[in-house]
Nanobody, 130 residues
Framework: QVQLVESGGGLVQPGGSLRLSCEAS????????MGWFRQAPGKEREFVGA????????NYPDDVKGRFTIFRDNAKNTVYLQMNSLKAEDTALYYC???????????????????????WGQGTQVTVSA
């Protein structure tokens, strides 16, 4: 069974940067779609971005586009979320997830539904505050 472990969260000032990592184990995950989500207290889980198995395609929602970047190192079975220009509203518990598919679509809704994913990590807390 695939296991995902996130790390890299913490406290950062507005305008700062953080890089989250998601290390996968328990299977060959390098070819599969990986996603990042976040959930703030009292809110639904929110899509942050997704990346194709080969790492050559990504999808982001408008509120993080240009600030967040997802990339992966398949040799290390690790996906990263680089977050720049952080805002207070980015404060949340951040999760990575995997969908065991090698496909990809340019449809803007691709990978945005949390119920589409097969496995999830436990989350890492990001707090943006002065």
């Amino acid at each position: 069974q695939v296991q995902l472990v996130e790390s890299g969260g913490g406290l950062v000032q507005p305008g700062g940067s953080l890089r989250l990592s998601c290390e996968a184990s328990g299977g060959t995950v390098s070819a599969y779609v990986m996603g990042w989500f976040r959930q703030a207290p009292g809110k639904e889980r929110e899509f942050v971005g997704a990346i194709s198995g080969g790492g050559d395609a990504t999808n982001y929602p408008d509120d993080v586009k240009g600030r967040f970047t997802i990339f992966r190192d398949n040799a290390k079975n690790t996906v990263y979320l680089q977050m720049n220009s952080l805002k207070a509203e980015d404060t949340a518990l951040y999760y990575c997830a995997i969908r065991e598919t090698t496909g990809w679509s340019t449809d803007p809704s691709w990978g945005t539904d949390p119920s589409w994913y097969d496995y999830w990590g436990q989350g890492t807390q990001v707090t943006v505050s002065a």
